[in-house]
């Protein structure tokens, strides 16, 4: 796969001549089915024409305020807001890493990482993950500038524990960012992590649990030494006024993105259940998606994506065994299962 390739498959939901049309279900791309808060949309309605005619907060202040109250931190300057988890991911590279500079990682993990440590014109570096999604013994005294925990994984939806994330941050001679962007539908964070360890930046993202996808915001949580680099290399207004609106007011009503993340996690328990009665092996995820795996998964792959339903299907070493299946809605989950149990139960299934 080229470069170019790569790139676009990591920033776009479909490859060139893949978009869908018609009545579909898309369970590839991780994103939240049920709809924000409606406080959130009150706070888009409620904007000026001012607002929209005249720069918006250059550093986002409001919503670090609100951000670093929500989540333990003494004050704004513990936060910094980017355009979506991935200006967060850049912005690290961009700051605090230099071309030719090793970066490390997992394998497998967040497949943009890579992408992103290339076009900065740093070395990637990754460690293999046991058979049980954790990190190799010794993965902390490799050397490199910057590490890339991703908690919970991406594809697995397996987190590490976190005393093991404790020895990585104690041990590891560099920063360490922990994307944590799936973190609210696990059963615990590192989100308190910056407060015990100055090399640590914990990023979350408003695309999945909040349901704010189509907005692009991130966060980083680190010490104020951190932050206040992060704020000396950004672009000028990254954050535009109306998703600075939308994040305020998602974070004030908390209550209703946790009322969605417990549903989501009811359909997921029923997801990875009815995927084992049927002969996949599915290991215990704490993200909002589930990494199948199941002899003819390209061919599943395939058949569903025949039928409407779109699910994430990889050819990298050790991935093209299954499918990342995100977690939708109870209806989009009964219409997946009866194509699966169609496929399956198909006596032409497995032929190319």
Known sequence: MSFERALLRDVAPYMPGEQPTGDIIKLNTNENPYPPSPRVMEAIASLSAQDVSRYPNAVSQRLREVAAERYGFPG????????????????TLRT????????????PTYSLYEVLVKLHGAEWL??????????????????????????PNAPSGVAVPREVVEQVCETFDGLVFIDEAYADFANDSCIDFPHRYPNVIIGRTFSKSFSLAGLRLGLAFANPEIIESF????????????????GIAALEDYAHMETNVARIKATRRRLTEGLRELGFAVPDSESNYIFASREGARGIFKRLKERGIFVRYFHERGLDVGLRISVGADGEIDAFFAALEEIIGDSKFGRE
């Open 76 to 91: 704004p300057e513990w936060v910094f807001a980017g355009n979506g988890m991935d200006e967060v991911l850049a912005m």
């Open 231 to 246: 704020m000396k290399t950004k672009d000028s207004y990254n954050i535009n006024a109306v998703t600075q609106a939308a």
């Open 96 to 107: 605090f890493v230099d071309p030719g500079d090793t970066v490390l990682s997992t394998y």
């Open 126 to 151: 990754t460690a293999d993950l046991t058979d049980d999604y954790q990190l190799p013994e010794g993965f902390a005294d490799n050397k490199a500038r910057l590490c890339f925990l991703t908690r």
